[in-house]
């Protein structure tokens, strides 16, 4: 619980580079924003991440952030992704995320593909961004997008189902009255700002996760409820179809992604899982031994990305 706490509070050095915004037209008509870093030396064909955020977080978070910078620092430019519903996405978004749109995802790949055509793209997902990231990949199987050669999933929570049973848990309840706090308030803020808003008019708000996709996020986007939904969005069983290189880091002390999810889940040969004995969920932090400072997984995604171009 530490290390999950500490990496949302803790921002750690960031520089104070400014991000251009787009704005990505998803295939349904609505719309999303997007925050690019590029490099002061990056050239028309250099390598490209995007980084889609977990739930409640967005573009501004601080392992956002953070991991932005780094690679930054590495010469790769960044797309930070705001989701539907988040972040500069807001008040833009007519609709609202769910665990497993990966269309969103394939629209802005290829809206970052037109930006530069000759550059190839690493995926970075974070939780339920980790999540979205393996159901795009698994579901290209061999017919993957050309341009996209890497991914990396932290904390993903591949089985939607499961993971919302864990959260039910009386030990992790905490998260869960955390996650609906911030979700309640950002849809009744929507609500009011928001014109043309896709809404059932669901009030109250359900103050458990379960109750609010049941009610809300599954109706909004055509599921029967939640349990089709979570059946639908989840990654797990596309795993075995990957075939791009890809990462899977996370911690067996996971307190809302069981790590006995990801280990007993089989994946095809692209797939490497990496597991830490602590971390905690998107914690990872260490003492800063071998690193600048302590937030090993920012390290760790930096380094991982930049040596796939490097010269053997």
Not at 57 to 76: A, E
Not at 197 to 223: H, K
Request: charged residues 20%; contains cysteine; aromatic residues 8%.
């Amino acid at each position: 619980m530490t290390q999950t706490v500490a990496a949302l509070m803790l921002r750690g050095r960031q520089s104070n580079h400014t991000a251009n915004k787009h704005i990505v037209n998803l295939f349904d008509g609505d719309r999303l924003v997007v925050h690019d870093d590029q490099p002061d030396k990056w050239i028309t064909g250099d390598r490209i991440a995007i980084l889609i955020h977990g739930l409640l977080s967005d573009h501004s978070s601080p392992y956002m952030v953070r991991v932005s910078d780094k690679l930054r620092r590495n010469g790769i430019r960044t797309i930070r992704v705001d989701l539907r519903g988040f972040g500069d996405s807001a008040l833009i978004s007519r609709s609202h995320i769910n665990g497993g749109c990966s269309p969103d995802l394939q629209s802005v790949i290829d809206y970052v593909h037109r930006l530069s055509p000759l550059s190839q793209i690493s995926l970075v997902g974070f939780s339920i961004g980790g999540n979205i990231v393996l159901k795009t990949i698994g579901q290209w199987g061999s017919e993957f997008h050309r341009h996209v050669d890497s991914a990396i999933a932290v904390s993903p929570p591949i089985d939607l189902n499961y993971t919302m049973w864990n959260l039910r848990r009386f030990g992790n309840r905490i998260y869960e009255r955390y996650m609906m706090g911030k979700l309640r308030r950002a849809l009744a803020y929507r609500r009011k700002h928001v014109a043309g808003l896709v809404d059932n008019g669901i009030n109250p708000i359900p103050n458990r996760l379960l109750d609010f996709d049941n009610q809300f996020t599954a109706p909004i986007w055509g599921f029967e409820n939640a349990a089709d939904y979570y059946d639908k969005c989840s990654s797990m069983r596309l795993l075995s179809a990957v075939e791009i290189p890809t990462i899977i880091l996370t911690s067996r002390d996971d307190p809302v992604v069981p790590y006995d999810m990801l280990a007993n889940t089989p994946v095809s040969n692209y797939v490497d899982l990496i597991s830490t004995g602590t971390g905690g969920h998107l914690g990872f932090l260490s003492r800063g031994i071998r690193d600048p400072d302590r937030y090993w997984m920012d390290w760790r995604i930096s380094q991982w990305i930049a040596a796939i171009d490097a010269v053997p």
